[in-house]
């Protein structure tokens, strides 16, 4: 406990600390240390000096400050497949155990074929209803320890690391600045909103509170012990991608935000979205174009469009008609991952 | 723009003022100033020194400190009408004025009579109807607008003031100390979020990402001239009241409550989930026992159950057999509203 007076002392220093802090844009030339000097690189600076400079007609008031980032291919890597997928596979031969009749109809019996090529293009119906078999009747909090278990051990094929591993340092140093700017960050994500919550924390430093993703439902109830229990039912609430993306955003967090970022036409609205609103704004899009350090796909590329985080070239002509900046992996980011040099 | 060196000295501060704010329960006798002595002021100081303390086995991590308030009947006056509903009546003219044909059907036809004690008698599904016909079609923004405007205007019947000034002050002392000691507090009503966003920060100092609420679904589209809007389709995404509650807050929030504060059977589901969770938690429920400073119904009151607000004698036994503490207005409240002495 401590004596008034003294609370008083302490509360005055933070709020003059804080004062300090929230006039100018605040950077150091090591903030992002990862990012070439370059149009993206400078697109970031111009946007925190026009909302943090008060004097500036594009000035966003702090608690305004509100930021949405994509994770699966912006923040970490999506390929060859979403980690959410990869985990839900792994659990259908447990959930077929349970219901032998699965094993005999689609999309079960594609993924227990083992064929890689036919697994990749599934599509996002069959995708729900393996999300429905594998995690439905679980307890929220049995869920978050399955997935933990599976975090720990799972590694990506390539790097043969965690997947919690594969976030892009640039993208961790971007959500850093942001924040010491008095941005919020937030995860939008087509994912799982209960997935990504169980490691957003130790992996962004972003609360589950700040994490908005696909909504599957859960139902209140009791235990054998009338013990009070939320079970996840997964009729899908909210598909987080999309048009769904501004929707869920205006659900969850109720602001439209000032800087959003993105990798595929997924993140199409939510970059529209935040492109209408006042004060400065800022957009963009992560193009993966570096085949030697991560992947390079989509028709930007002249490669074929994947199914997932497909940045597709009708997307590329918006960025430009609308002023969004597109991010070469290649040509923006000096270092990709923290593991490497 | 600061230099780099003063903001380590400016971050050092602020962390170690954090860290000082942090360790233990802060608390002063003006704190609970509304608060008379007796079992209710004792629940709130036990828990705060329970959770603050970090030698305790009950301590709550800073992080996890979530604490949600119903707000109709909890933190302001509730009586003779949810404000909502009075905001969704006085539309009813100009909707009817572009439907005509609402006229003869019900709700509508109730409301249009004026025969109060037959709109009190309303039920959900058909407050349900009048809030999709009268505010389906807008966008989020001029919903905004609306009610700001008749929020600065409408008037409570009994004490001629803005529905705004009806707050209680107790529960304005415990949201403030509850936030002093590390709690993220929030609102989960059974009103719609959008409509208490609009106020929530002025009002109580919760930022609108801070509200959970009865969710009506919105739709991405592009106005006439292209520009992207969200306009209300009020389909009901989320009803926040009794199962919906803990349901809500795992959805927007994520995570569990230490302490959750209501006074209806739509609060019972909140109360009991927050109670099953680790570490100390407090569960209160206001009950409306002050005819002359406020109002007094309910069962408990010998009073018969209203349709809003019923704080029935099955919640009241439950509260017992669950060691929630019942917070009574006449006996635990010195002052009720700012306005007064």
């Known amino acids: 406990m401590i004596a008034r007076p003294m609370r008083r002392v302490v509360w005055a220093v933070i709020l003059i600390g804080s004062f300090v802090l929230s006039s100018g844009a605040h950077l150091a030339a090591e903030d992002l240390a990862s990012w070439n000097e370059g149009p993206a690189r400078q697109a970031i600076l111009d946007f925190l000096k026009a909302t943090t400079d008060a004097s500036s007609e594009q000035f966003v008031p702090l608690e305004q400050r509100v930021a949405t980032f994509d994770q699966d291919g912006t923040l970490w890597v999506e390929h060859p497949m979403y980690t959410q997928v990869l985990y839900c596979l792994e659990r259908i031969p447990a959930a ?3 219901k032998p009749e699965l094993k005999n109809i689609e999309p079960f019996k594609t993924v227990l074929s083992g064929d890689r090529e036919a697994i990749a293009r599934l599509e996002l119906k069959d995708l729900e209803a393996i999300g429905a078999a594998t995690l439905g009747g679980m307890t929220v909090e049995e869920f978050q320890q399955e997935v933990k278990k599976w975090l720990a051990t799972a590694q990506h094929p390539r ?3 965690p997947y919690t591993e594969l ?7 971007l959500m850093r600045l942001l924040r010491a700017n008095g941005f919020k960050t937030y995860i939008v994500t087509g994912g799982g909103q209960d997935f990504v919550r169980v490691f ?10 700040q994490v908005v993703g696909s909504v599957g439902s859960t139902k209140y109830g009791y235990d054998k012990q009338g013990r009070p229990i939320l079970t ?8 987080d991608n999309y048009a769904g993306k501004p929707e869920g955003i205006h659900m969850l967090i109720g602001r439209r935000p000032s800087a959003a970022f993105g990798n595929s036409g997924g993140d199409r609205e939510m970059l ?11 957009m963009m899009l992560v193009l993966h174009d570096d085949a030697k350090r991560e992947y390079a796909y989509g028709p930007a590329q002249g490669l074929p469009e994947t199914k997932v985080g497909a940045f597709s070239q009708s997307l590329y002509d918006e960025a430009g008609q ?7 992996m290649k040509r923006d980011w000096k270092r990709v991952f923290a593991f490497e040099p």
């Not at 976030?167 to 140093?173: D, G, I, K, T």
């Not at 996840?232 to 598909?239: G, I, T």
């Not at 609308?322 to 070469?328: A, D, E, H």
């Open 272 to 282: 529209e979205y935040t492109g209408a609103g006042r004060g400065a704004t800022l």
């Open 322 to 328: 609308r002023g969004w900046t597109v991010i070469s």
């Open 159 to 161: 790097w043969k690391r």
């Open 200 to 209: 957003s924390e130790s992996v962004y430093n972003i609360p589950p509170e």
């Open 96 to 98: 077929v155990a349970k």
């Open 167 to 173: 976030s892009y340092l640039p993208m961790q140093e």
């Open 232 to 239: 996840k039912d997964a009729k899908m609430l909210l598909n």
